[in-house]
């Protein structure tokens, strides 16, 4: 199995810009979550996915931030527009199932800096 | 609301040396708990979870957990420390609605 799979795996952009990081998870996993990794707040979970709808996107930062999955192998996270505070890691995880002992599975991450 | 605390931010141990790394957490219900690492540039991989049970658990690459209930704690140890283990380890607690919160990890740095 090839895992889970960000795009793309480092992103720079002007402040302003419209980003788009894809997730595509692992084949048969029916739970999605995006995740942001900061130095000052550290991992924290922006939004979860159960079968394609958003189950809980109480930490989305913004009106600036939205995530998609319109299908079950594809998932869109869109920063509009970009701000430097912005700059993270981001990361896409999935689970086989929305049931709290399913072990999440991580991306390798998108790197995003926003000049 | 669940939380996890790693007290120690960073740890340096010389190669070979045990390792201890702390885990509180604070949860209402029977947690969950998940030990994972991150290696520099990397994501999250899973090194052990405790769900119920044996309440001292083994995990990949020579890694054990003990759940201590009355201590709310979940520490990760190791008795020998490799070079490759350099990393950063994240302690976690999921929620009946499988939404993962993570502590502030631990980074800890091998000593050669």
């Known amino acids: 199995d090839a895992g889970v799979i960000q795009s793309p795996r480092h992103e720079v952009t002007e402040m302003g810009q419209e980003v788009t990081l894809r997730c595509k998870p692992i084949?048969?996993?029916?739970?999605l979550f995006w995740y942001r990794q900061t130095m000052m707040r550290g991992l924290e979970l922006l939004i979860y996915?159960?079968?394609?709808?958003?189950?809980?996107d109480s930490g989305m930062p913004e009106d600036r931030f939205s995530a998609k999955m319109p299908n079950a192998s594809f998932s869109t996270l869109k920063i509009q527009p970009s701000e430097p505070r912005d700059s993270a890691v981001y990361f896409c995880?999935?689970?086989?199932?929305?049931?709290?002992?399913?072990?999440?599975?991580f991306g390798a991450g998108t790197r995003l800096s926003v000049l | 609301a669940q939380s996890v605390t790693q007290p120690d931010i960073h740890i340096t141990v010389s190669e070979g040396a045990s390792l201890e790394l702390r885990c509180n957490y604070s949860?209402?219900?029977?947690?969950?708990l998940f030990w994972y690492v991150q290696s520099p540039g990397q994501g999250l991989q899973l090194l052990l979870k405790y769900f119920s049970g044996d309440t001292l658990v083994q995990g990949i690459k020579g890694f054990e957990a003990e759940f201590k209930r009355s201590q709310s704690s979940f520490n990760l140890r190791k008795p020998s420390v490799h070079w490759s283990d350099a990393a950063e380890y994240f302690c976690a607690v999921v929620n009946a609605g499988n939404m993962l919160t993570f502590g502030g990890g631990t980074r800890l740095m091998v000593k050669p």
């Open positions: 995880a999935s689970s086989p199932s929305g049931g709290a002992g399913n072990i999440q599975y």
């Open positions: 996915f159960n079968n394609n709808v958003p189950i809980d």
């Open positions: 949860y209402g219900a029977t947690p969950y």
């Open positions: 084949s048969g996993h029916n739970s």
